[in-house]
């Protein structure tokens, strides 16, 4: 059976949310670069994103593959314009729904270490995340 999308007023109203943390995130600590992403994995690929210099990983949102997927690149095409310089994504198409896990990972321009940055509360930022999709 076919997995449902959101709705255009469900991805309107959740991705608000979403946006307005990252806007507060990337406002708060000068952020230089960033990117999002999604996984089934989600320890496996924060050692990769920090491996590859990234220093903090949030998870978003969780839920449905095919709704994490849409919500990706609804994110991604939306900072491709928004932060284009900073954002790290290069096209918001999806890779389809391979990963129940949502999340962003962020290069900070300020001088925070990566444990100040761990352990950072997104949370205090923007409701309560990750969000359930």
Not at 22 to 31: E, L, R, S
Not at 89 to 106: A, M, R
Not at 107 to 125: A, C, M, Y
């Amino acid at each position: 059976m076919e997995e449902e999308l959101l709705s255009i007023k469900q991805l309107i109203e959740k991705s608000t949310l979403l946006i307005n943390t990252i806007d507060a995130v990337i406002k708060k600590y000068n952020v230089k670069h960033f990117y999002i992403g999604k996984t089934g994995h989600y320890e496996k690929r924060e050692e990769k994103h920090f491996r590859e210099g990234y220093l903090a990983m949030w998870e978003i949102a969780k839920g449905d593959p095919t709704k994490i997927a849409q919500m990706e690149e609804h994110l991604i095409g939306y900072y491709l314009v928004a932060q284009k310089g900073i954002i790290d994504n290069k096209d918001p198409e999806s890779t389809g729904p391979d990963g129940e896990i949502l999340y962003v990972c962020f290069t900070p321009g300020s001088l925070l270490s990566r444990k100040e940055l761990i352990d950072t509360d997104v949370n205090d930022l923007a409701g309560s995340l990750p969000i359930n999709l």
